[in-house]
């Protein structure tokens, strides 16, 4: 912004997986700057996922780059910027979020409840879609990719204002 590279509210933004759980914490936190994000199979409960001792992955992630929730100090950095704790009322700037309801890395209700959130707490009238592969996992479903990848372009240019 600052180099005039690109303008405030008209920055987009996509990540997934993990990069999905840093476009969610950019989203709660500096909303404003940016026009869209994009959000795919993204880790978005990071505190409940890690404090859930049933779920698969969790012994792996625990003390790693995002940390373990049973030490005081790492709890509360966690919730500083888990996606789904950190929503607020708020403007969010238009939001589609993907997923693949066969994820065995993120289980489906981990976008499923944020979008939830998300329409309660918002306070804009920008758009919010959340797209469900039935047949996909955490990469989507393969026969799909250039559908999958069009959907979202065409998303962002119509947000941006593009005609195509």
Same mark, same amino acid.
């Given at each position: 912004i600052e180099?005039?590279?690109?303008i405030r509210g008209k920055i987009v933004a996509q990540g997934g997986?993990?990069?999905? !759980?840093?476009m969610g914490a950019v989203a709660n936190q500096r909303p404003e700057l940016f026009n869209t994000f994009i959000i795919e199979s993204a880790y978005l409960d990071v505190l409940g996922t890690l404090t859930d001792t049933t779920a698969n992955f969790v012994f792996e992630e625990r003390g790693g780059e995002i940390g373990n929730p049973e030490i005081p100090e790492m709890y509360e950095y966690i919730k500083s910027y888990s996606p789904y704790q950190n929503i607020k009322k708020q403007n969010y700037p238009n939001i589609l979020f993907t997923m693949g309801f066969f994820d065995?890395?993120?289980k489906y209700w981990q976008t499923l409840k944020t979008v939830a959130r998300l329409?309660?707490?918002? *306070? @804009?009238?920008?758009?919010? !879609?959340?797209? *469900? @592969?039935?047949?996909?996992?955490h990469s989507g479903?393969?026969?799909?990719?250039?559908?999958?990848?069009?959907?979202?372009?065409a998303f962002i240019l119509d947000n941006l204002g593009i005609k195509y």
């Open positions: 180099k005039k590279y690109t997986s993990a990069g999905g !759980l840093l065995t890395k993120v329409r309660k707490c918002k *306070t @804009d009238n920008n758009i919010l !879609l959340l797209k *469900t @592969d039935l047949y996909g996992g479903y393969s026969n799909n990719i250039i559908n999958e990848r069009a959907f979202i372009y």
